[in-house]
């Protein structure tokens, strides 16, 4: 059962550009966080949100938690190159597990 | 400090061998667990541990054993391999079990698994 479903799940996108990738449920959670992940390498936390409703900024990147807490979405202003990475949602729900997304592949082409 | 270390990075096993998945953190953390990383699947959760002594089953566990015998260790064990378990093992390890919802999960490097 994948909980969270991820769109799009591939994207490649001119230096620049503006972006937009979404992460969404039919279930409450707790918190959601965003993790960027380079090949060959774990995934590395980027933000948690934890109210509904919340919004929070690292620099170019705008992460909103929906107000029902089942969805949450990443914008990415102005790309970069070095944005390149897999971008993954994942929720904490009761029982001490995190359920992750199924991942957005991003290329940005210089 | 190492953080997360998993061993070994690459293994190629026969189907029905059995093996174990090395992880240790040295932050001294209380949450650690394992997920499997499969293409357009993102990553699902086979076990976890809020302690040592303490296991609980994830969204995927069938295949798989797990103990925690210290805080810093946490094995994985194949007990019988299938080519349906080839994938990306990621190791996590995260501060404290209460407030989960708030703590970041530090992984490891990964092991990349092919049964035949």
């Known amino acids: 059962t994948q909980l969270l479903e991820q769109s799009p799940q591939f994207l490649s996108i001119q230096e620049g550009e503006n972006l937009t990738v979404y992460c969404n449920s039919s279930s409450v959670f707790s918190s959601l966080q965003w993790y960027r992940q380079e090949p060959g390498e774990g995934p590395v936390l980027l933000v948690t949100?934890?109210?509904?409703?919340e919004v929070k900024k690292l620099k170019r990147l705008t992460f909103q938690f929906g107000d029902a807490r089942k969805d949450s979405s990443l914008h990415i202003t102005a790309a970069q190159p070095g944005d390149t990475g897999l971008y993954l949602c994942a929720g904490a729900a009761t029982g001490n597990q995190f359920y992750f997304g199924t991942g957005t592949s991003l290329t940005v082409i210089p | 400090n190492a953080g997360v270390t998993q061993t070994p990075k690459f293994q190629v096993l026969k189907t029905g061998q059995s093996m174990t998945l090395q992880c240790a953190q040295d932050?001294?953390?209380?949450?650690m667990s394992w997920y499997r990383q499969d293409p357009g699947m993102g990553l699902r959760l086979i076990h976890y541990?809020?302690?040592?002594?303490?296991?609980d089953q994830g969204e995927v566990p069938n295949g798989y054993n797990v103990s925690r015998s210290t805080t810093e260790d946490f094995p994985l064990r194949l007990l019988s391999a299938a080519p349906s378990q080839t994938s990306v093992y990621f190791c996590?390890?995260?501060?404290?079990?209460?407030?989960?919802?708030?703590?970041?999960?530090?992984f490891g490097p990964g092991t990349r698994l092919t049964v035949l």
């Open positions: 932050m001294n953390h209380e949450y």
């Open positions: 541990s809020v302690g040592a002594g303490i296991t």
């Open positions: 996590a390890s995260s501060y404290s079990r209460d407030s989960l919802s708030y703590n970041e999960q530090f």
């Open positions: 949100v934890v109210t509904g409703g």
